[in-house]
């Protein structure tokens, strides 16, 4: 049975408080209409405008924190001692075996919902004729990635150039493991899903926002 789908949309910023009016008023300013986001990719469009301190991005954490399926997927993994190579991926990288994080993978992961939305952010690493759009390539090693797209666009800052991959689950083959992320847990707060081998990417299309490059990218 696949893992349920993941889907906190639409999040929305607190209202201002009494205070927070209050204070306004008195300094004759205008306080901004709270932001919504219904989709992933008006998410992490906001996140690249407004990288740091962003109020959606804190809200969407919020509401996947309550998730009741993301709080089932997690249960349905074994504990991390239970996984010892899964474990060293996660607290010794890059000192991991890569066929033994995907054997273990295999044995204790499980199929991710069609439709379900991931990010990384990383070097989108083919192109075709020149061009990311339409390139696609076939993952040799298992793919970390994160329900959390300001993680995602964390990771992308470390790479030139900048880029956040929006990826869209198209196949209910697609094999996971869905980390923990108790507070006594090695970066937990990354909320991390780690893909097995073997998945086809396609880049579908690209836009620039900010400093990033969002890539929309389908997974099979």
């Known amino acids: 049975m696949a893992l349920q789908l993941i889907d906190v949309f639409p999040v929305k910023e607190s209202p201002p408080t009494q205070r927070d009016i209050q204070l306004a008023a008195l300094q004759g300013v205008v306080l901004p209409t709270p932001k919504v986001a219904n989709t992933a990719a008006e998410l992490v469009d906001d ?5 740091v301190s962003n109020g959606l991005a804190w809200e969407y954490e919020q509401a996947l924190n309550q998730s009741q ?3 089932a997927a997690k249960l349905s993994m074994p504990s991390l001692k239970d996984v010892p190579e899964i474990k060293n ?28 939305i991931l990010y990384h952010g990383g070097a989108w690493p083919v192109s075709c004729n020149g061009a990311i759009v339409g390139s696609k390539f076939v ?12 993680v995602g666009a964390v990771h992308g800052t470390y790479h030139t150039p900048k880029q956040i991959w929006v990826i869209r689950i198209r196949s209910s083959a697609v094999k996971a493991f869905v980390f923990n992320n108790a507070s006594n847990q090695t970066l937990s707060h990354e909320k991390e899903v780690l893909l097995a081998q073997g998945i086809t990417f396609e880049c579908i299309d690209v836009r620039t926002v900010g400093i ?9």
């Open 139 to 150: 993952s040799n090693k298992v793919l970390s990635t994160t329900l959390c797209p300001q």
């Open 212 to 220: 990033f490059d969002i890539l929309d990218i389908v997974a099979s």
């Open 69 to 71: 399926e993301y709080k």
């Open 89 to 116: 991926y996660r607290t010794k990288h890059p000192h991991f075996n890569e066929s033994l994080v995907q054997s273990e993978l295999a044995t204790y992961g499980d199929f991710l919902s069609i439709d379900q």
């Open 47 to 51: 996140i690249a405008n407004q990288f």
